[in-house]
């Protein structure tokens, strides 16, 4: 896969290094058994960056991968200039590049034993030198970020599924993370908490300068955010073509990720 | 000869018992496997969580988690306080009324308190408390973490440099070996109380029954008897989040995670006895 273009809205590479998120010959899978091949990514500071691709194509396994879940079963993942993962091993500094990320599950993944403020300060569970008070002002603050300032008090079960995407946002944005992993962030929600999300991711870029990497198959999500994106195919198990969302719907040359763009099932696409 | 062997081999009787013999045989040396891996797959964890332990022992993530200690030691102690002296009581009595029936024909049923006593604090009230841990507290552990896991909490832990073995398993397993000791002293009382309600009937005193049950019971046996309690309530503990932290995809998992916890907590700490039964004997223990 080709480099991505930069949008600018990274710091690029005054603080040493360009990508913030780059893969060499990445094979990803679970069990010996590849789901993608030679996953080649290059993802500048402060941008977008949307995982696409049917359902099974893998790119949930992609993520995985990025933030060191599963491990590659070849190549390497670089995270802000630093090997992070590699087949075989994990990286000796792995700990301190996993406190510059934020991930955010699909489910949302709160701990259903703690309230949302007590969620937000599990991070800060490795990282000696704050106080509770601190500490819980910082939650607090998060969860303002994401509208959920008077939830606090409240258990992941006492809220809806679009408020415990917002909490897991704020949990993953506790520790002012350099790059923020989303899972489908608006899969089942309605538009206009959706489109909430939507802002706020855009908000964290503007305002944060923060590079966000999300899976996704929300088409309206995809084009109000992402300044490029990768599409992953099934069949061939490779990433076929990647670029801004709306080059890929308009020229891309595979008619797999125009299909994908133009919501032709796949038999239909696949013949155009 | 020949023929005859022959002929037997084409007796279809004669292979279905073979194949079932056959069977048997596979049975048993997966079975055996299965619980050799099973022992060494258990002392692994037990390997990582004391690595895991010692490299953050000063760490805010062992300071932290104190605060859950009580929670954890409260469900898995304190509440199980009232089944385990209800279970004691009963095997108190059972064993009192059992040999009282025999030993009262020789008019020797006086010696039903020495038995209980002996029975109960050197082996039963530990074993009955191992029970009760293992089937309440190790099947909530794997449940709960099995739950954890199939909700990608505990991927969303790893993301966070948090590990789960230090952060979920420990105060579990430290829970377990300080309850399972506390959990034993009560089914002692309790099953001594089952003892003398039965003796009571052949018209014997709480004094005396008292004096008789700890006529041969020292101090050391009650120390090693809680120790061996200390012991079994960290491996009971240690299965229970290990076969949580192993629970694989989907509620059904769940359900398994927790079957294999009760499974392995059991026969872990039953052949940690037979064990130390039979290194207590050779080192003249008895």
């Known amino acids: ?272 | 000869m020949p023929d005859k062997l022959k002929n037997e081999d084409l007796d279809p009787g004669n292979g279905a018992s073979r194949h079932a013999l056959a069977g048997v045989a596979e049975w048993t040396g997966r079975a055996v496997c299965a619980f050799f891996f099973g022992a060494a797959s258990l002392a692994e964890f037990c390997g990582r969580l004391v690595v895991a332990t010692f490299k953050a022992a000063f760490s805010r993530s062992i300071r932290s988690r104190l605060p859950d200690f009580p929670r954890v030691f409260a469900r898995a102690g304190a509440e199980a306080v009232p089944v385990t002296m209800l279970v004691g009581f009963l095997l108190g009595f059972i064993i009192a009324y059992m040999s009282a029936a025999m030993l009262n024909r020789f008019g020797a049923e006086i010696y039903v308190a020495n038995l209980v006593g002996l029975a109960l604090v050197k082996e039963l009230g530990v074993i009955v408390a191992a029970i009760v841990l293992s089937a309440r507290s190790a099947s909530a552990f794997a449940a709960e973490i099995g739950t954890m896991s199939v909700n990608d909490e505990l991927a969303a832990m790893r993301t966070m440099g948090i590990d789960p073995v230090l952060y979920l398993a420990l105060p579990r397993i430290v829970a377990g070996a300080l309850a399972l000791p506390l959990l034993s002293l009560f089914a002692d009382l309790a099953g001594l109380v089952g003892g003398w309600l039965t003796l009571s009937f052949f018209g014997y005193s709480a004094k005396i029954f008292i004096a008789k049950a700890f006529e041969f019971c020292s101090a050391a046996d009650l120390a090693t008897s809680l120790a061996k309690g200390a012991v079994f309530g960290g491996v009971i503990a240690a299965a229970g989040c290990k076969c949580g932290l192993e629970t694989g995809l989907g509620s059904d998992a769940v359900g398994r995670a927790t079957t294999n916890a009760v499974v392995s907590s059991l026969v872990s700490f039953i052949a940690l006895d037979g064990l130390y039964a039979i290194l207590a004997s050779v080192a003249g223990g008895g």
């Open chain 1, 1 to 272: 896969m080709g480099e991505m273009d930069s949008t600018g809205h990274g710091a690029g590479a005054a603080r040493g290094f360009e990508f913030a998120v780059e893969t060499f010959g990445l094979d990803v899978g679970y069990g010996g058994r590849a789901v993608q091949f030679g996953v080649e990514l290059r993802v500048r500071r402060g941008q977008i960056f949307v995982l696409l691709g049917g359902s099974g194509c893998g790119k949930s396994t992609v993520m995985r991968t990025l933030v060191g879940l599963v491990p590659p079963l070849r190549g390497r993942v670089a995270l802000l200039g630093e090997t992070f993962a590699e087949a075989g091993r994990e990286a000796d500094d792995a700990a301190a590049i996993r406190r510059r990320i934020g991930v955010m599950f699909q489910n949302g993944a709160l701990f259903g034993s703690k309230t949302l403020l007590e969620n937000c300060a599990v991070p800060f569970e490795t990282l000696p030198g704050r106080s509770r008070r601190e500490i819980a002002e910082i939650g607090r603050e998060k969860l303002a970020d994401v509208g959920l300032a008077d939830f606090a008090d409240l258990y992941p079960a006492q809220i809806s599924g679009g408020m415990q995407k917002r909490a897991a946002i704020a949990r993953a944005l506790v520790l002012d993370p350099d790059i923020l992993f989303l899972d489908e962030p608006s899969a089942g929600l309605d538009p206009v908490t959706s489109a909430g999300l939507d802002e706020l991711i855009l908000r964290l870029r503007d305002e944060r300068r923060m590079t966000v990497v999300m899976v996704s198959h929300e088409l309206s999500s995809i084009f109000a955010v992402a300044d490029n994106a990768v599409f992953f195919d099934r069949t061939t198990r490779t990433a076929l073509d990647s670029g801004p969302p709306a080059r890929l719907r308009d020229e891309s040359p595979y008619p797999a990720v125009r299909a994908f763009f133009n919501r032709i099932p796949e038999s239909t696409g696949r013949r155009t």
